[in-house]
């Protein structure tokens, strides 16, 4: 039988580092098992705010790759002042009253002539690109996958000119991902926002969406199918390590001045203090971007003597550091806005064997799934006797040398086991029978 041919409109792709380029990059990687032939369309030349030069190793040999020149902002900004505009870039936006001028100002130009976002330059010469790839290949099937959102504006396009199946796939929500707050908009820029996300919602053949929050907040836009498909873990990352002498908790990935979780301090502060034995094992390990705020903090709470810093990691030295850690943490800002955020890390943490500490808002996605899988504790931001409960269960879990995760129920979160989701999705838009030869 012939793979069917499905292209791929994303933005970020090795060597781009960090969550986002991993979802498609494993899509990519198994799709194949299930008749379909991916063709990914790239830029020539990003500008990615993070780089894992491992990840190139991961690519499928057989696959074709599209590439077309982009013109970003960002060079301009960094004229302006480089250091502000590279932060802004990687999504880490300065407390409110802490921004200077240039920090305001650049927000400013980036949430009110950038709609949807710094990357909108790009979507005019790539429909005129891939309008023709696509009628001289014959592909009646598309995927666009954001944010930056640019790219399902390319999809829309695309849809009405060629009249192609197109599959919209939303890493997180638009107009309610929490960083739009702080990007200045004016009302006219808000309702532009509104505007182009309803339009992509309304007139995709397809909606995928990371969480079950975010479903439902769309279907209150439209009408069209919105399926759940999560990110997940790859059965390929079976290492082998030796887990730490030390009680470890760590965090890996960006810890961003939002998400200071001032309760973990306070509490690991107080056993600190009242727990020698706790004290003299205890470590925490920041794995990643870690803002200045976060920094401050924990040297307020007298906790500065206990933290392991390591700036960013390949992700293969990312999932290292999760299986030989004790106890791994897992944090999110305590708003509305991340109740349907799911970090990707989430599920490389279940497979990893480590219990998860995670700390975010109530009745969020990740309580929901960490409470299925049973992979960790939950708490909110004021749970503060039960979170000092749990730090010293695990403790003596640690010193008896017995503290593991129990998990159930994790190969759904696979990535074979999700993209099989994704191609019964590629093949209904079509009208197709799904193949008999399609397993598991």
């Avoid at 730490?244 to 502060?269: A, C, T, Y």
Wanted: glycine content about 4%; some cysteine.
């Amino acid at each position: 039988m012939e793979n069917k041919k499905v292209l791929i409109i994303t933005y970020y792709w090795p060597p781009a580092g960090g969550p986002g380029v991993q979802r498609w990059l494993k899509f990519v990687k198994y799709l194949k098992d299930f008749n379909i032939e991916p063709i990914v369309y790239i830029p020539e030349n990003p500008n990615y705010p993070i780089v894992d030069e491992s990840l190139v190793n991961e690519i499928p040999n057989d696959i074709t790759i599209l590439k077309h020149p982009i013109k970003e902002p960002y060079g301009f900004a960094s004229v302006l002042n480089r250091k502000s505009s590279q932060t802004i870039s990687k999504g880490i936006f300065p407390e409110q009253k802490k921004q200077r001028f240039i920090e305001k100002l650049l927000l400013y130009i980036r949430g009110n002539f950038f709609i949807p976002d710094a990357r909108k330059s790009w979507i005019k010469p790539s429909v005129a690109y891939l309008s023709k790839y696509i009628s001289d290949n014959n592909i009646d099937t598309i995927i666009t996958t954001g944010p930056p959102h640019s790219l399902h504006l390319i999809g829309l396009e695309l849809k009405n000119k060629l009249g192609v199946k197109w599959l919209a796939d939303f890493r997180d929500p638009w107009t309610t991902i929490g960083y739009h707050k702080q990007l200045k908009l004016t009302k006219s820029s808000l309702k532009k926002h509104k505007q182009f996300e309803a339009q992509v919602l309304q007139n995709a053949d397809e909606v995928i969406v990371t969480s079950f929050r975010t479903q439902n907040e769309f279907q209150e836009i439209t009408n069209q199918p919105i399926t759940v498909i999560t990110n997940g873990y790859d059965t390929d990352s079976n290492i082998d390590v030796v887990l730490d002498s030390k009680f470890s908790l760590s965090h890996i990935g960006s810890l961003l001045s939002e998400r200071n979780p001032e309760l973990l301090w306070q509490v690991l502060r107080e056993i600190t203090i009242e727990n020698k034995e706790f004290e003299a094992h205890f470590q925490l390990n920041l794995v990643g971007t870690v803002s200045q705020e976060i920094l401050k903090s924990i040297e307020e709470f007298s906790l500065t003597h206990y933290v392991n810093i390591v700036s960013y990691i390949s992700h293969k030295e990312a999932i290292t550091f999760q299986k030989k850690s004790q106890v791994l943490l897992l944090i999110e800002i305590d708003s509305e806005d991340t109740k349907c955020i799911i970090p990707g890390k989430l599920f490389e943490y279940m497979v990893s064997n480590r219990p998860i500490i995670a700390i975010g808002p109530e009745d969020s996605d990740v309580e929901q799934i960490i409470r299925e899988t049973n992979t960790g504790s939950y708490f909110n931001y004021s749970e503060h006797k039960r979170l000092k409960n749990i730090i010293l269960e695990h403790f003596v879990a640690f010193q008896n040398a017995n503290l593991q995760s129990h998990p159930i129920g994790l190969e759904q979160y696979s990535r074979k086991s999700l993209t099989k989701q994704l191609a019964m999705l590629i093949l209904k838009i079509n009208d197709q029978v799904p193949s008999t030869k399609i397993q598991n």
